[in-house]
């Protein structure tokens, strides 16, 4: 089924093995424009690092497929741009107010009082000369997922009244519109606006926080993004590490582990 109610063409499934990997079907089948796949179920769920994504009844799972014109060369800006969009739209779901407690975790782990209300898996690809981006979406609306070593939480529990997965999308399309259809974010002036405005909703600095990358944990403060979105921790020996790879978790999930 398609949707209407989106300013981007939706196709509304029952079930999927992965919303992600549905849109890069469609992205290697030829299609050349945006689109949304919104499933009501996934068998085959994955988020960051190879783990299992469990949507849940009554939250969304969506994924946009992004054709990029101008090439995958800053792509991985799209990390910052999607959690920016994210932050929007859960605003924009709360009457336009914000939301108290809601966090970003880089690259674009949306916290609500350090709980996990959703996540992103971007990946991206090319074929026939196209280049593609798949930004996947997972929601907490409705019932919150057990996650080992982290908390997580639900924008009910948060706004106190239930939001459908088709409203959910809807804003969210219309933040990704704003932020990554067009391709601004390309430019260093779109950029400067979209680190601007993750800034504006990251953690505060000087929270405790590891990185862990592929060659050990790193533990330090958060202290920003540099001038390419890349994550800064000041470290226990007072340097600036900078990171442009790595799974971040917070001291408070370190504890619960």
Same mark, same amino acid.
């Given at each position: 089924?398609t949707?209407?109610? #989106? @300013?981007?063409?939706?196709?509304?499934?029952d079930?999927v093995?992965?919303?992600?990997s549905? /849109?890069?079907?469609?992205?290697?089948?030829?299609a050349?424009e945006?689109?949304?796949?919104?499933?009501?179920?996934?068998?085959?769920?994955?988020?960051r690092s190879?783990?299992?994504?469990?949507?849940?009844?009554g =939250?969304l799972?969506? %994924?946009l497929?992004?054709?990029l014109k !101008?090439?995958?060369?800053n792509?991985?800006?799209l990390?910052?741009?999607?959690?920016?969009?994210v932050?929007? $739209?859960?605003k924009a779901? =709360?009457?336009?107010?914000?939301?108290?407690?809601?966090?970003l975790?880089?690259p =674009?782990?949306?916290?609500?009082?350090?709980?996990?209300?959703? !996540?992103?898996l971007?990946?991206s690809s090319?074929a026939?000369?196209r #280049?593609?981006?798949?930004i996947g979406?997972?929601? =907490?609306l409705?019932?919150?997922? +057990?996650i080992?070593?982290r908390? /997580?939480?639900?924008l @009910?529990?948060?706004?106190?009244?239930?939001?459908?997965p088709? /409203?959910?999308?809807?804003?969210?399309?219309?933040?990704?519109?704003?932020?990554a259809?067009?391709?601004?974010?390309?430019g260093?002036t779109?950029? +400067?606006?979209?680190? $601007?405005?993750?800034? /504006?909703?990251?953690l505060?600095?000087?929270?405790?926080? %590891?990185? +862990?990358?592929?060659?050990g944990l790193v533990q330090?403060?958060?202290?920003?993004?540099?001038?390419?979105?890349?994550?800064?921790l000041t470290?226990q020996d007072? #340097?600036?590490g900078?990171?442009n790879? !790595?799974?971040?978790?917070?001291a408070?999930?370190?504890?619960?582990?």
């Open positions: 089924m949707g209407s109610y #989106s @300013r981007t063409r939706v196709v509304c499934l079930e093995d992965s919303t992600n549905e /849109a890069m079907r469609r992205a290697m089948g030829g050349c945006p689109l949304w796949i919104m499933a009501e179920r996934q068998t085959s769920g994955r988020g190879g783990r299992v994504w469990d949507g849940g009844s =939250n799972t969506a %994924s497929l992004l054709p !101008g090439g995958l060369a792509a991985a800006r990390s910052l741009v999607a959690g920016v969009a932050v929007e $739209s859960v779901l =709360n009457g336009g107010a914000t939301v108290p407690g809601v966090f975790k880089w =674009n782990d949306v916290l609500i009082g350090g709980a996990k209300l959703g !996540g992103v971007i990946e090319q026939e000369g #280049s593609y981006a798949i979406v997972g929601l =907490n409705a019932t919150a997922p +057990h080992d070593g908390r /997580a939480t639900t @009910r529990e948060a706004i106190k009244r239930d939001v459908s088709e /409203a959910a999308l809807a804003a969210l399309d219309i933040a990704f519109s704003r932020w259809i067009g391709e601004k974010w390309q260093e779109g950029f +400067h606006e979209v680190r $601007s405005a993750w800034c /504006a909703a990251s505060p600095t000087g929270t405790e926080m %590891s990185v +862990h990358t592929q060659s330090g403060r958060f202290s920003g993004l540099d001038e390419n979105g890349w994550l800064l470290i007072g #340097s600036m900078k990171f790879f !790595g799974e971040v978790c917070l408070s999930e370190t504890e619960m582990s």
